[in-house]
T-cell receptor, first 115, second 114 residues
Framework: AQSVTQLDSQVPVFEEAPVELRCNYSSSVSVYLFWYVQYPNQGLQLLLKYLSGSTLVKSINGFEAEFNKSQTSFHLRKPSVHISDTAEYFCAVSPISGGYNKLIFGAGTRLAVHP | NAGVTQTPKFQVLKTGQSMTLQCAQDMNHEYMSWYRQDPGMGLRLIHYSVGAGITDQGEVPNGYNVSRSTTEDFPLRLLSAAPSQTSVYFC?????????????FGPGTRLTVT
């Protein structure tokens, strides 16, 4: 079985400040790792993913996440946030084999960017 | 290309009523799934399907029914609505094979059961 823990339910931050959203997971099998973003009143969108290879993955809008196998973490970071980054962010895992893309989500972190 | 569509966007039911939440995708994806989103709990998998005619239970299937007669459609049925089913429901789809990891989500249906 898998589980995902997002350590902060809410993160308030000022515009142009750096931010880190923390995610830890537990799994007895190898997993893929994801960050999804949900803007207000919308569905979820894939932000970035780790499948294999380089442990540092980046999105097109400046977010990055690093897979740390020893600490079973996949924290999301951005060096300078914008008002438009205000959203809820979900960390998720999926078993690599036989999972048929069964996503297991964390509870979410609400990022509020203030001017 | 509409992606994943869901109807209705909002619904209010009385306890004991039944209804069907509709989900359709036009990307020819084999895999489709239903999640419910509750505050502080993230999204939880209700049912999923790996192709037409094949469905299986997820983490929280009780009180819900699904069928998959076509690749495009994956309706979710509430048999006898209960206040505990008040939630936001999301449908998602994904391809199989090399890109099966990326799921595409619909805009959601907000359901209130009184």
């Amino acid at each position: 079985a898998q589980s995902v823990t997002q350590l902060d339910s809410q993160v308030p931050v000022f515009e142009e400040a750096p931010v880190e959203l923390r995610c830890n997971y537990s799994s007895s099998v190898s997993v893929y790792l994801f960050w999804y973003v949900q803007y207000p009143n919308q569905g979820l969108q894939l932000l970035l993913k780790y499948l294999s290879g380089s442990t540092l993955v980046k999105s097109i809008n400046g977010f990055e996440a690093e897979f740390n196998k020893s600490q079973t973490s996949f924290h999301l970071r951005k060096p300078s946030v914008h008002i438009s980054d205000t959203a809820e962010y979900f960390c998720a895992v999926s078993p690599i084999s036989g999972g048929y893309n069964k996503l297991i989500f964390g509870a979410g972190t609400r990022l509020a960017v203030h001017p | 290309n509409a992606g994943v569509t869901q109807t209705p966007k909002f619904q209010v039911l009385k306890t004991g009523q039944s209804m069907t939440l509709q989900c359709a995708q036009d990307m020819n994806h084999e895999y489709m799934s239903w999640y419910r989103q509750d505050p502080g709990m993230g999204l939880r998998l209700i049912h999923y399907s790996v192709g037409a005619g094949i469905t299986d239970q997820g983490e929280v299937p009780n009180g819900y029914n699904v069928s998959r007669s076509t690749t495009e459609d994956f309706p979710l049925r509430l048999l006898s609505a209960a206040p505990s089913q008040t939630s936001v429901y999301f449908c998602a789809s994904s391809a199989t094979g090399q890109h099966s990891y990326e799921q595409y989500f619909g805009p959601g249906t907000r359901l209130t059961v009184t």
